[in-house]
């Protein structure tokens, strides 16, 4: 058997706590007057904290001292921490408990690589953190996405080449970064917004085992 590297992002493919963050961002950014859209919010998906504040604050022309700065990020953070600690199995989206369990029985990688600091928490939230081989998060790279370090370091601890590797991400930065790293990209969601992707699924629930049957013996 074949042994590939399967990396998920968190936030939109396995679980969607894409909408806390969204919730969370537009409070803080409506704290210091700036709106924006949920297509701008797009930009902010599988980004780091850092690089959202620094869009938001973009988007308002705003400029803020550095310890205002951490403040917000802070303020922002404990917010989402408020929505994640009430999650349970309940969150996990369609068939990502098929796709995985499909993946463990063919004995392949499975790895997180998460732009999320969180991703340990809300991982043993929904009863998950027991399928992953490989945690790659927030807290353990420098470079968020578009670069494509975390998935570089995800493959690394997988003792897998990244061409061997297949990277689902619902986020332009996340495809972007696969894409840098020589991996297969499978973007979860919209065609027109993950069209640098190799391959896009609505959702796991349209993925069938024959399509990853292929990606493995590819």
């Known amino acids: 058997m074949i042994k590939k590297g399967f990396i998920f992002d968190l936030d939109g493919v396995i679980v969607d706590t894409a909408k806390y963050h969204y919730l969370a961002w537009k409070k803080l950014a409506q704290s210091i007057d700036v709106h924006f859209s949920e297509a701008e919010n797009e930009q902010l998906k599988g980004v ?47 068939d990502v408990q098929k796709v995985l369990q499909f ?23 929904v009863d998950l953190f027991q399928h992953f081989e490989v945690i790659v998060d927030g807290n ?9 370090e975390v998935f570089l370091s995800a493959a690394k601890a997988l003792n897998i080449q990244p061409e061997q590797c297949i990277v689902f991400e619902d986020s332009v930065a996340g495809i972007q ?18 069209h640098e992707a190799d391959y896009v699924f609505p959702d796991f629930t349209k993925m069938d085992s024959e399509f990853l049957n292929e990606i493995i013996n590819k």
């Open 48 to 94: 780091s904290r850092v690089k959202s504040l620094e869009k938001i604050l973009e988007w308002g022309n705003k400029t803020i001292e550095e310890d205002t700065f951490m403040e917000l990020m802070a303020l922002k953070n404990n917010d989402y921490l408020g929505y994640i600690n009430t999650m349970d199995e309940s969150e996990i989206l369609p």
């Open 103 to 125: 993946l463990i029985e063919k004995e392949q990688g499975i790895a997180l690589g998460s732009a999320s600091k969180n991703a340990r928490t809300i991982l043993k939230k």
């Open 140 to 148: 353990d790279v420098i470079k968020g996405k578009p670069n494509p």
């Open 177 to 194: 970064a696969a894409n840098t790293a020589n991996m297969i990209s499978v973007g979860i969601g919209e065609p027109s917004v993950l």
